[in-house]
């Protein structure tokens, strides 16, 4: 009898699908030489070594996979300065911060199926520009 795949923990889910989008943040924003401006302070990283920030905080999963509220943004503004979230705002500008800050109130409960779709989406986006 054959093996039959084991189905992954929704918490695995969720951690893949993390780190393929924020690799295809990273490399989408990433010029012809794999480097990333700051979403914040404008300082240039390579993709690699920048990180993808998110305006509205990762606890919120109607905006966590949202590609317009996440961006390059290097370790300083992220971690170190707490995000930067004023400075954030005014580079999304008021309109497109407020839009984010409201869909980042609704409640969302993605399926594992939703959630491997999404993984699925990535990996293809991933393997189109590398």
């Known amino acids: 009898m054959p093996k039959t795949a ?7 889910l969720v951690r893949k699908l993390d780190v393929l989008f924020s690799q295809w943040v990273r490399q989408s924003n990433a010029d012809h030489a794999g480097f990333c401006v700051c979403v914040t302070c404008g300082k240039k990283e390579h993709w690699k070594s920048i990180q993808a920030g998110h305006f509205m905080s990762r606890k919120h999963y109607s905006t966590r996979w949202d590609e317009d509220n996440v961006h390059p943004q290097c370790i ?12 954030y705002s005014v580079s999304l500008g008021p309109y497109r911060a407020e839009a984010l800050y409201l ?19 990535y990996a293809e ?6």
């Open 125 to 130: 986006r991933l393997k189109k520009i590398t």
């Open 6 to 12: 084991k189905k992954q923990t929704r918490s695995k």
């Open 76 to 87: 300083a503004c992220n971690v170190y300065r707490a995000g930067e979230q004023y400075k």
């Open 103 to 121: 869909k980042s109130q609704e409640l969302v409960k993605f399926t594992d199926y939703e959630l491997e779709e999404m993984i699925n989406d």
